[in-house]
Structures are given as structure tokens and as C-alpha cells.
């Protein structure tokens, strides 16, 4: 089958996985051994729900999978550890760049604060913080863009699809309200 | 009489042929945008409309599916950037023809072409999925096992990377789905006591994390990669182009809907397999491949949408989703009470004759759209990717919340968005993990089913494989696959080779 070359070895689709067919990248032999080590952990973990008490027993397909896991992470394992390391990549620079490290960090915040802190503060905080630090560009790009499409989701999910987040710190309902009651009093 | 009112629904209630439309327009954007697919946008949008009636629910997402899957060759074609894994085929020779000003000629055929190839998917859908679903009645909950394996086995042979991978992926796939308390038996299944593991993890949260929030993140290795746009010359292709592409088109198509048919596989394998069988007929291409063949633009575009409506058939006739998306759209209908397989189809007949006219729909509106609305068109592809991701990690987080309105959906997300990133990097498929996920609760049941109608008799399991003639033929496939991905089929090949020498 036709492979085109994939964009950085990222893995487009499963139509083109990342990786090479050849080579190790940096990590992948870590990372297979941890699939390994949570396969076993997951496979003991399957043990004991039922054991081997019957074959239609809760267990008895948590127990299948998780060997058929652990068989194949130990096959990719032993496969992996036999491959050649790429030598044009490093881990800080292709796999877990900074960057990366950063915006799964902003992700946990986001995560943390959205709750005490809201929906609409939290976003902008996250919107401004990733727009600026990844554009490069001006305070006023930043805010103009950050705010404009907070302001775009706010009104398409709030309104639209009725989804309801944390209102937080700002009282979001009763800002609704307020503009009820200007539009109907307009009426 | 019903079927056809049930077809027509869209047409005759304006909101759903404006949701459709609105689903179409927005689906050519999502999957013109690289860095936006449309897996992710339908498992993040499937929270939204959570709360919405099944139809303007399901008429908005398969009217992104229909436009995503095609929008993914302008920028393929524009900007050598496949918008959507589907159009990986389509920058092949798309790109070289735009570089050499034939832009709007390329993005024209693939328009009609994407259009013929859609019709000809949905209209095997709509022919084939009663009978097969007249034909699922007669299946047996050993046969639902062997075809939830065969799903997850597929997707990890027909694509590149490594089957051992693919194996591992829908095996974590079905693990991660029986998480929580077995329905049958209330036991607890991998909650390590916890409370928060009892009620399972929710399968929107993996979907989004695994293709929202690890796509953001890899995006993050191409925040500051620019591409060239080409200009664009006349759309609208000739006849004459037209009728002389339409035999390899029925061909591609063929492909299409049979890729897309099979338990697991979708467009971007379809689209891969077609171009790679027009490489293989076209003898004399005006062109060479690589270089601008307008055939290798026909092959891939017909293929994938073609396996649009082919995905459609397991899903609706049996259950098991045909790719990533369908798998996604199985959870909608779930979330809305319905039940996908054969009993639908017998119980809600109109429910599918519905779907088959969304789609109708769909198609037509992304042959409109396809063909106008360029300008406004490059202008919003070109969105710098430094707003884009943090948005569509905005959208992951509002839509991982959204559905139970649980803080703890959003960590399960943020945990295999992290975790779908470093399997991305590694040559993991992610697309079994969802189909694993999907299918868990079906191979479960069917196979305790299966062993308890057996008398929990492991010989008379096997057994029974070989009394059915679906049952021998399904179980063979699994073998077959299996074992040609191995060593072992290698070395039996080069021997028969050696004796035929």
C-alpha cells in the first residue's frame, strides 16, 4: 500500500502511524515498558475479580484482554529494545518538547481553577496565557483574539447548545437576566 | 409509503435541512483545518447536542462526518496539508497540480468526484442494509464476538504500522470499556475501590482526549509551519473530465464502500487502497503519479466518501461501528436511547431511512458548498494554528465537562489526551482503543451468551464455530488476518514462492 512519509513520524491517522518501521524513537522503549509493566498490573488486577471460577464469569473477558495486552506490550517490547535508536531525534526536542510540558500543565490548571474560579475567567486566563505565549504577537492581537472567540464560544454553547458551566466567581445568570430584561423591555 | 416520508424528513422540516446544511458547511472547515478532524469534532460535539432530540442531533453530525471527510482535500490540494487523514492520498498529486496553476481544476474534480463517490456509498447503504439486517437475525452471539474481534483486528492489518500494536490498542480499548460494575453480576471490574472508577470512565472523555486534546498537542511540534497557497483558477471541471474519470471512479468507489463496510475501517485506509489500486490500472496516466495524475486525485476522493455510507451498514445493521466516527455516532444514539443493530432496523425502521436522506442531503449541500465560497474558504484555513489549538483545547475541556457536568471527565481526558499523544509518537493506532471501547459491553455479553449456551464448554465453543457456515467463515477471517501479519505467513509465502520458481 501507498505510504506517504508522515508529517514528523506523529502518527496522522491510523492510516499512517507515527513511529518508524526500523527505528526506535527516544522514550519508545520506556513507554513500551511501561505498557508492559500496567498490562501485568492490570492482568493480576483481572484475577481478582472472579479468578478462574467459570468461563462466562465478570472476570473472564477483563482477564482475556489484559493477557492479550501483556503478551503483545511484551512482544512490542522485545521487538522495540532490538531496533536501532534514531539518531536525528532527541527526547526534549521530538517527543516531550517544553512546550508540551507546558500546555498539558496550563490543561491541569484549566482543570482546577474552572471550578472556584468559573468558566468565562478561567478560559480567558488560558486563552490569553496559550495565545500570546504561542503567536508571539502583540497584547492587542492577544486580547482581541482571545476574548472575541471566549465571547463567540460563550454565546454559541451557552445559547445554542445550553451547555452550562461553572459560572464561578461571575454571576453569569443574573447577567443573562439583566439582558432578558433589557430585550424585553424593549418589546 | 412510510420509508419515503421517513427519507424525506429532512427535506420537510426546515430546521433539520438547516442543521444538516450548518453540519456540512462547518464539517468542510473542520476538515480543511489541519489540526481539526472530524472524529473530534463529532466526539466533541456529541456533549453538546447531549441534550438535543436524536434527529437535529444526529442531521447536525452526519453533516460534519459528510463535509469533513471531503473538506480535507482543499488544503491537501492548496497547501500540501491534508486537512483530514482522509486526504493524505489527495496532496500525493493534488498539490503538484496546484503548484502548476491548476488549482481550482483539482479542487473541482474532487468536488464531483467525492459527490459521485458519496452517492454511491449511501446508495449501497440504503440497498444492502435491510437485507443484511434481515440476515444479522440469524446471527448468534458467537458471531457478534468473532465480528467485534474482526473489527479490531482490521483496523491494525490494513493500516501501516505494526498489527502487535493495533492488538494492544483494542485490547485496552475493551479493558477500558469494562471499567466500573458488570452489568450482569454488579461485580466491580478494575475500580482499584474506587468510588469515582464504580460508575466506569466515560467513553466521550477517552474519545475526546484521545483525539482531541493528543491532536492539540502534537499540533504544538507545528506552531510555526507556513505553507504556500496556490492561486485558484476556474472550479467547476468539464464534462468531458468528468465522463472520462467515472469507470475508475465506480472502481475506487467499490473500494470505498467495501473499506468502509468493514467492521472498523473508514475513509483514510479506503482512500489509501484506492489510490494505490490506480496506480496499479491506469497504464497510460496523462501524468505521472506523484506529479499532478488526475487520476490519483479521482482514486482516494471517490474511495473515501464512498466508505461514508459504507460505514453506515454494520453500524446500522448490526451495531459495530465502520470506523472511528460511526463508533462515535453509535454512543449518540445510544446516549438518545437507541439501540444500533437489527432490531432497529425492524423496530425504527424510519430511524435509518431518516439517516440514509441526511445523508442524501448532505452530499448535495457539500457538492454546493464545494463549489462555492473559495475566497471565504482560504481565508478561514488559514488560520494561524497559535489560536487554533488552544482553542480546540478550549472546546476539549468545555466538551469533556459537559456531559455529566463532572470535573472528573475532564482529568480522564487530560490523562488519555496525554497518554493518545505519546501513542501517536509511538506507532499505537488509536482508532482500535475507541472501537475497543465501543465494542467492550458487546463482546462481553455475547461471549458469556455464547459460553453459557454451550454449557460453559470450551470444546463445544470451538465446536460450534465450524456448524454455522457464518460462524466458520467469520472465525477463519480472524484467523487468517491474525496469521498473516505474522512471520510465520512470510515464510510460507517465500517457500511456495520458491517452489513455484
Not at chain 2, 92 to 117: C, H, N, Q, W
Request: charged share 10%.
Amino acid at each position: 500500500m501507498t505510504t506517504p512519509e508522515p508529517d514528523h513520524h506523529d502518527g496522522t491517522s491510523d492510516a499512517t502511524p507515527g513511529g518508524y518501521e526500523s527505528n526506535r524513537r527516544p522514550g519508545e522503549l520506556g513507554f513500551a515498558v511501561i505498557m508492559l509493566i500496567a498490562s501485568v498490573g492490570l492482568l493480576w488486577n483481572a484475577y481478582g475479580i472472579s479468578g478462574f471460577e467459570a468461563l462466562s464469569a465478570p472476570g473472564a473477558i477483563p482477564m482475556a484482554t489484559t493477557l492479550v495486552m501483556s503478551i503483545s506490550a511484551l512482544i512490542v517490547v522485545v521487538r522495540t529494545a532490538s531496533l536501532p535508536r534514531v539518531t536525528t531525534e532527541t527526547l526534549a526536542k521530538d517527543i516531550l518538547p517544553i512546550v508540551v510540558i507546558l500546555f498539558v500543565c496550563f490543561l491541569i490548571g484549566y482543570a482546577v481553577l474552572l471550578r472556584p474560579l468559573g468558566f468565562l475567567p478561567t478560559s480567558a486566563l488560558f486563552l490569553i496565557i496559550a495565545i500570546k505565549l504561542l503567536s508571539k504577537r502583540s497584547w492587542r492581537f492577544t486580547l482581541t483574539v482571545s476574548l472575541g472567540n471566549l465571547l463567540a464560544i460563550w454565546l454559541i454553547f451557552r445559547i445554542v447548545f445550553t451547555v452550562l458551566m461553572p459560572a464561578g466567581i461571575v454571576p453569569e445568570a443574573e447577567f443573562i437576566q439583566f439582558f432578558r430584561d433589557l430585550s424585553g423591555g424593549a418589546n | 409509503m412510510d420509508t419515503l416520508i421517513a427519507f424525506l424528513t429532512v427535506f420537510s422540516q426546515p430546521q433539520l435541512l438547516m442543521l444538516v446544511g450548518l453540519g456540512t458547511f462547518a464539517g468542510v472547515y473542520v476538515g480543511a483545518i489541519p489540526g481539526l478532524s472530524v472524529t473530534m469534532a463529532v466526539s466533541i460535539l456529541i456533549s453538546f447536542t447531549f441534550s438535543w432530540d436524536v434527529y437535529p442531533a444526529i442531521s447536525l453530525m452526519i453533516g460534519i462526518y459528510m463535509g469533513g471527510v471531503y473538506g480535507g482535500s482543499r488544503t491537501a490540494i492548496l497547501l500540501n496539508i491534508p486537512g483530514a487523514p482522509s486526504a493524505i492520498a489527495t496532496a500525493l498529486d493534488g498539490y503538484p497540480m496546484a503548484k502548476r496553476g491548476e488549482a481550482g481544476t483539482a479542487i473541482g474534480v474532487t468536488t464531483v468526484m467525492s459527490f459521485i463517490g458519496g452517492f454511491i456509498g449511501i446508495g449501497v447503504l440504503a440497498l444492502a442494509a435491510p437485507f443484511v439486517s434481515d440476515f444479522a437475525l440469524k446471527f448468534q452471539p458467537r458471531d457478534y464476538m468473532l465480528l467485534a474481534v474482526l473489527g479490531i483486528l482490521l483496523v491494525g492489518s490494513l493500516s501501516t504500522g505494526s498489527l502487535v500494536k493495533g492488538i494492544f490498542a483494542g485490547a485496552l480499548g475493551i479493558a477500558i470499556g469494562a471499567v466500573g460494575r458488570d452489568p450482569l453480576t454488579f461485580t466491580e471490574r478494575f475500580t482499584f475501590d474506587l468510588r469515582i472508577m464504580e460508575g466506569g470512565i466515560s467513553f466521550i472523555a477517552v474519545m475526546i482526549g484521545m483525539f482531541g486534546v493528543s491532536e492539540a498537542l502534537m499540533q504544538l511540534h507545528h506552531v510555526d509551519k507556513t505553507a504556500v497557497r496556490q492561486k485558484i483558477s476556474r472550479i467547476v471541471p468539464s464534462f468531458a473530465t468528468v465522463r472520462k474519470h467515472l469507470p475508475l471512479s465506480m472502481q475506487t468507489s467499490t473500494i470505498g464502500v467495501v473499506i468502509g463496510a468493514l467492521p472498523g475501517t473508514g475513509g483514510d485506509i479506503a482512500a489509501l487502497m484506492a489510490y494505490d489500486h490506480a496506480k496499479r490500472i491506469t497504464k497510460e496516466p496523462e501524468r505521472p503519479f506523484g506529479d499532478g495524475a488526475m487520476e490519483g486525485l479521482v482514486a482516494p476522493e471517490t474511495a473515501n466518501n464512498a466508505a461514508v455510507g459504507g460505514a453506515f451498514i454494520p453500524m446500522m445493521t448490526l451495531g459495530i461501528p465502520g470506523d472511528a466516527v460511526t463508533a462515535i455516532m453509535i454512543g449518540a444514539l445510544f446516549i438518545h436511547g437507541l439501540n444500533p443493530g437489527p432490531m432497529l432496523m425492524i423496530d425504527q425502521p424510519d430511524m435509518f431511512w431518516f439517516i440514509v436522506g441526511a445523508l442524501v442531503t448532505a452530499n448535495c449541500f457539500m457538492l454546493l458548498f464545494g463549489l462555492t465560497g473559495i475566497r471565504l474558504f482560504t481565508k478561514i484555513v488559514e488560520m494561524p494554528r497559535a489560536v487554533l489549538i488552544p482553542l480546540i483545547m478550549l472546546l476539549s475541556i468545555v466538551g469533556a465537562y459537559a456531559v455529566n457536568n463532572a470535573i472528573s471527565d475532564v482529568y480522564w481526558m487530560l490523562g488519555f489526551g496525554v497518554f493518545g499523544y505519546f501513542m501517536r509518537h509511538y506507532g499505537y493506532p488509536l482508532g482500535p482503543v475507541i472501537l475497543g471501547v465501543i465494542l467492550s459491553r458487546l463482546l462481553d455479553d455475547n461471549w458469556r451468551r455464547a459460553i453459557i449456551s454451550e454449557r460453559e464448554d470450551l470444546g463445544r465453543f470451538f465446536g460450534g464455530l465450524f456448524s454455522s457456515p457464518l460462524s466458520t467463515v467469520l472465525f477463519v477471517a480472524v484467523v487468517l488476518i491474525f496469521v498473516s501479519q505474522t512471520p510465520l505467513w512470510t515464510r510460507a509465502k517465500s517457500i511456495v514462492m520458491r517452489g513455484k520458481a
